[in-house]
């Protein structure tokens, strides 16, 4: 076999499996949010990865984008199905996985359909195999075990600092696709919801992650200092304002992103909600396609 990856992917995702692993196991029901993304991302670290973005926790309806404030006291409750997405990258090689935790038993199957279907679609990869067929594996997965894929959002391709690499894979059929790459990095993800939701997310008011989208001066000193540090600390990739408090003023510090959002330097991504507020299930992988089949690396 001809694989020609970096090393960093597979050293990258050990860390990540490792982190949700234990993760897995150890998060309960009184959980800080706080605490859960703070755990995540130093685990990263001590296990010798950077965190590729946030670490995202996604309650009940809240699909994408979430991760703790700086003062955030959201907690896990009884009843809620949790989902956590991280991130590990190693020279700006990343990998990105996710899982969902249900502490509602009303959801266990959804959970376990989301789990399910991600490995149905893991189980057709191989080079040349369309993404739009991949698509059309979660949608009927997801549907003949009686649940309904989120539509809008999809799996991607990684590339060095860039989380979507241009190459989506979609949850549902879609046609004249391209088609997988053997050496190329995937996530896929499935997102599933009830029969009753409305199968797509749509932007909440809320916006805690951002990503450098340019770098010209403001001509404000600090703003100006802010962007250096951004650069110099998280490149492209995604960060949030946990991330500086160590050289930023805490009540400072969202201001100050704001206003580089507003000069068009930061994009903020906004929180994805599932539109009929239903709840939401998710389970991702990092993989890479080959002549033969797959190498799942998380
Ligand atoms: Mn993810
Ligand atoms: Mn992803």
Request: hydrophobic residues 40%.
């Amino acid at each position: 076999m001809n694989l020609s990856v970096p090393q960093e992917y597979f050293k990258a995702g050990k860390i990540a499996s490792k982190v949700c692993e234990e993760m897995a196991k150890k998060t309960s029901i009184g959980d800080r949010v706080f605490d859960i993304c703070n755990k995540v991302e130093g685990m990263i670290k001590n296990l010798g990865g950077e965190p590729a973005f946030p670490c995202n926790v996604g309650i009940n309806s809240v699909s994408a984008h979430y991760t703790a404030e700086i003062d955030d006291e959201s907690t896990i409750r009884n009843g809620d199905v949790v989902k956590i997405d991280l991130g590990v990258h190693i020279n700006g090689y990343i990998i990105d996985t996710a899982f969902t935790l249900s502490f509602n038993p009303d959801y266990d199957l959804m959970v376990k359909a989301a789990k399910d279907v991600l490995y149905e679609a893991i189980s057709m990869v191989r080079e040349g195999v369309r993404v739009g067929e991949i698509g059309k594996v979660i949608e009927n997965g997801a549907s003949k075990r009686g649940f309904k894929v989120i539509s809008n959002l999809s799996g991607h391709l990684l590339q060095q600092y860039k989380i979507h690499g241009g190459v989506s894979i979609p949850n549902v059929w879609v046609a004249n696709t391209p088609s997988l790459k053997a050496n190329e990095v995937y996530a896929i993800e499935p997102f599933l919801t009830t029969l009753d939701g409305s199968g797509v997310v749509v932007d909440d008011a809320r916006r805690n992650i951002y990503a450098l989208i340019g770098r010209k001066r403001t001509g404000d000193k600090n703003l100006d200092f802010l962007v250096d540090q951004i650069w110099n600390r998280f490149k492209t990739l995604p960060f949030t304002a946990r991330w500086l408090i160590d050289i930023f003023d805490k009540k400072e510090i969202k201001m100050l992103l704001d206003k580089l959002v507003q000069v068009k330097i930061l994009h903020a991504y906004p929180v994805l909600v599932e539109a009929s507020k239903k709840v939401v299930a998710q389970f991702e992988h990092t993989l890479i396609p080959t002549e033969s089949g797959v190498i799942v690396l998380t």
